[in-house]
């Protein structure tokens, strides 16, 4: 069974940078995809970026210009670094993995971002 354990989450001020960790307990190589995904109080849960196994990138429009979505094989982890965060960022980050082969998908447990205006 494949454990994604995301770090780095917290309480940041508009403005603020955040850096959410999410890593893997084997290689990362045999996802297809991975990526984070967000969910505030009362609403689904959105993509917010993910990047394919050869580093091809998509962020939700929202987030344009603002996140990086990074991952490092060698570490098995993926990374998102978020600047110029707003208060509506606010959400339940979840990291998610695709292995295409088996057609599987897995989540994390999920990490607190909280921005204050």
């Known amino acids: 069974q494949v454990q994604l354990v995301e770090s780095g989450g917290g309480l940041v001020q508009a403005g603020g940078t955040l850096r959410l960790s999410c890593a893997a307990s084997?290689?990362?190589?045999?996802?297809?995809?991975m990526g984070w995904y967000r969910q505030a109080p009362g609403k689904q849960r959105d993509l917010v970026a993910d990047i394919t196994n050869g580093g091809r990138t998509n962020y939700a429009d929202s987030v344009k210009g603002r996140f990086t979505i990074s991952r490092d094989n060698a570490k098995n982890t993926v990374y998102l670094q978020m600047d110029s965060l707003k208060p509506e960022d606010t959400a339940v980050y979840y990291c998610n993995a695709f292995e295409g082969g088996i057609l599987a998908y897995y989540w994390g447990q999920g990490t607190q971002v909280t921005v204050s205006s």
């Open positions: 084997r290689s990362i190589f045999r996802f297809n995809t």
